[in-house]
């Protein structure tokens, strides 16, 4: 006889054993105990009894045993599914009783694996029940639409449009905004792009190929800003193609062009040319620039600096071909002398400035006459015409043999229309020519006599006297002048109020007894030159106070400072770290405001100073925090560097004590590095540093 079966889902009880008085062991089985299922299992254990229950078939809908459409009604409907979950049944089974098989039996091992994967082995833990009434091999049963039941045609339309717009949707919309704008807009869009980024964007498309060569966007052509970045057949290209275009063209220094070919192409595209830059192309052939010359005869600036084609013939083009001439630069032209200079003063009427440096004859009388006859120029450039004399600088401003005024004992002649004139590195020049300057000449606002050694106070005394919009006098390397010439004259002349620009490098004989009225009067200065001179620290001060008065100060703190003046003092032996520290201070003064108790104002003026190579990294450094307005910072770094200093000097005494003040002064001199450094006051570990011994500035 087989043995009962136990039910699934239930496990062994241990037997219970009994022993007796006698000492027998007798073994009674216990009743089996279901273990109990938890979370998914427990889930599983439910579906599965549910889903083999008999009682659950009775609730299916049954099958419609009337047509499932009416004929009178049109539907769009192209598929009805009318499956079911049981069996199929006939329409006598509607009304019976007797329980039919429901299609979720037993679930096989291949279903359960399939709609779960991750419990292939949860057959073990769940109960088996047999489903009773199951019909093998039921499937749902679908229904077609009739035949009879046909499409509307609005529906098919509307299907069609629905399709239409979907793929008018999905289509990419063809944005033509570029081809379609005028094309004197895209000109003028593509005129902000600089030269570099117009050669760049050429190989973008052929149509900005073609815009980025527009003549019409090169009618300026600057080549000294970019002539490294880009190759000679791309200038040659650019050259060639806006050339009509072009007005005006700088090529200064461009070596893209030296080359004949490319000269060549430079001179038959360009013919409209108004400013032309030539300087330092010195392999620039002399016929190509006689035929430059030639076709552009609207030129009215000129510059052919250091150019050897240049030659007498050259400047006999020039004055033939250009009437409108305005400014003329042929400086450091070998082949040019008084020839060259006369027949261009001759043939161009409106010339009015000239720049003739290092050019040869200038001691001629007949071209000085030449010059003193047109009276058009304004600006005249002799710097380095070393045979100028004083005969000659005479008849250029007085003419020849002029009547002379009996009470003033002055030349009755047409005031000059100069206003900058440059007679520096003249070396024959003295005090009788140059005194020829004075009282004919109102309008002058430059002046350079540089290296003049001849000169004496005699020969400024009336130019100072009679030129009041003077604003730029430079009078370097002047042996002979003294400080009788800043006080009596300089400090108290018309243009003291006016003067801009001074330079009094390398005059000896000058110190702070002239140089305080100076800067006392002449507040307007912004640059000032006084290397090599006797000065000392006062006229640092009073340069300091000067800017100080002058500027206006501001509550606001977000406010930056500018530069407003620029002092130059090396080689100044009387300039110690004291008057450097003083315009230091100047400049990082933050003070209570006057009328505002509680609040303080700020400087909008500081001092750019160039001293003593020994001091200048400390004055550079103090410079950019002021500029970027943290005058804390900077006035911190003027303390530390001042004890650093008085601490330097301390330690070279003798005497007790030495040992002490050297302590302090390598101390001092460790704050003063971290100031500089911007490590004061931050955490970690400081660079370890070397510092030499300290020594008296």
């Not at 299907?159 to 081809?179: G, H, Q, T």
Request: with cysteine; proline share 5%; net charge positive.
């Amino acid at each position: 006889m087989a043995e009962p079966q136990e039910p699934a889902g239930t496990v062994d009880a241990p037997a219970m054993v009994v022993v007796g008085q006698d000492s027998s062991i007798t073994t009674q089985p216990e009743a089996p105990v279901a273990t109990k299922l938890k979370g998914r299992h427990r889930l599983l254990q439910g579906i599965q009894r549910i889903s083999s229950s008999p009682s659950l078939t009775g609730l299916r809908r049954s099958r419609s045993v009337s047509a499932p459409y009416s004929l009178s009604t049109r539907s769009s409907l192209s598929c009805v599914s009318l499956a079911v979950a049981g069996p199929v049944r006939t329409p006598h089974s509607q009304g019976s009783s007797t329980p039919q098989a429901s299609p979720l039996g037993q679930p096989s091992s291949s279903s359960s694996t399939t709609e779960f994967p991750l419990f292939e082995s949860i057959e073990a833990h769940l109960p088996v029940r047999n489903a009773q009434g199951c019909v093998p091999g039921s499937a749902h049963a679908t229904a077609p639409v009739p035949a009879d039941i046909k499409l509307g045609r609005s529906d098919t339309q509307s299907k069609s449009r629905s399709r239409a717009a979907s793929a008018a949707a999905r289509k990419k919309l063809e944005f033509r905004f570029w081809d379609t704008m005028p094309h004197e807009i895209q000109v003028y869009i593509f005129s902000f792009l600089l030269p570099k980024e117009l050669v760049r964007a050429s190989r973008v498309s052929k149509s900005f190929y073609r815009f980025c060569f527009d003549g019409q966007l090169w009618t300026s052509l600057d080549a000294s800003e970019f002539y490294k970045d880009i190759p000679a057949d791309s200038l040659a290209r650019i050259i060639s193609s806006a050339g009509p275009f072009i007005k005006v063209l700088n090529l200064r220094g461009c070596v893209q062009v030296e080359h004949y070919k490319r000269a060549e192409v430079l001179v038959k595209a360009c013919k409209n040319l108004m400013n032309a830059t030539l300087e330092g192309c010195r392999n620039f052939q002399k016929g190509t620039l006689h035929s430059l010359l030639e076709t552009n005869q609207h030129l009215v600036y000129l510059n052919l600096t250091g150019l050897t084609a240049v030659s007498n013939k050259s400047c006999k083009i020039i004055a033939e071909s250009c009437p409108q001439l305005d400014t003329l630069n042929i400086s450091w032209c070998g082949k040019v002398d008084h020839r060259g200079i006369y027949s261009v003063i001759s043939g161009c009427p409106k010339l009015k400035d000239l720049r003739a440096g290092e050019i040869r004859g200038f001691n001629n009388l007949g071209l000085a006459l030449r010059i003193f006859q047109t009276n058009n120029l304004e600006r005249l450039v002799l710097s380095g015409c070393a045979e100028l004399t004083d005969e000659a600088l005479e008849v250029m401003l007085h003419g020849k043999d002029p009547e002379m005024d009996i009470l003033t004992d002055l030349p009755i002649v047409p005031p000059r229309k100069l206003r900058h004139l440059d007679l520096s590195r003249c070396s024959r020049l003295t005090d009788k020519g140059v005194k020829a300057i004075a009282h004919l000449t109102p309008d002058l606002e430059g002046l350079q006599l540089s290296r003049c050694k001849l000169l004496t106070d005699a020969a400024l005394e009336p130019i100072l006297a009679s030129t009041p919009r003077l604003s730029h006098l430079e009078l370097e390397d002047l042996e002979e002048l003294t400080n009788d010439f800043l006080i009596e004259h300089l400090a108290k002349a018309p243009c003291a109020g006016r003067l801009e620009h001074l330079s009094l490098s390398y005059c000896e004989n000058l110190g702070d007894a002239g140089m305080l009225p100076v800067m006392q009067k002449c507040t307007r200065l912004q640059n000032i030159e006084l290397d090599n001179t006797r000065i000392s620290d006062l006229t640092l001060a009073e340069a300091a106070s000067m800017v100080n008065k002058r500027s206006r100060r501001v509550m606001e703190a977000g406010r930056k400072p500018q530069v407003t003046l620029r002092m130059v003092v090396y080689d100044c032996q009387n300039v110690t770290w004291m008057g450097i520290r003083e315009v230091l201070f100047r400049n990082a003064n933050v003070k209570p405001a006057v009328g505002h108790p509680g609040r303080v104002s700020y400087p909008t003026e500081s001092i750019s100073l160039k001293c003593f190579y020994g001091f200048q990294m400390t004055v550079d450094e103090h410079q950019k925090r002021v500029l970027r307005g943290d005058f804390d910072s900077a006035a911190t770094l003027e303390r530390r560097w001042a004890d650093y200093m008085q601490a330097s000097e301390e330690a070279g005494m003798g005497g007790s004590g030495h040992r002490r003040r050297r302590r302090r002064a390598r101390e001092a001199q460790a704050l003063h590095m971290n100031e500089e450094d911007g490590t004061l006051g931050q955490g970690g570990r400081r660079r370890a540093r070397t510092m030499g011994s300290c020594l008296v500035m």
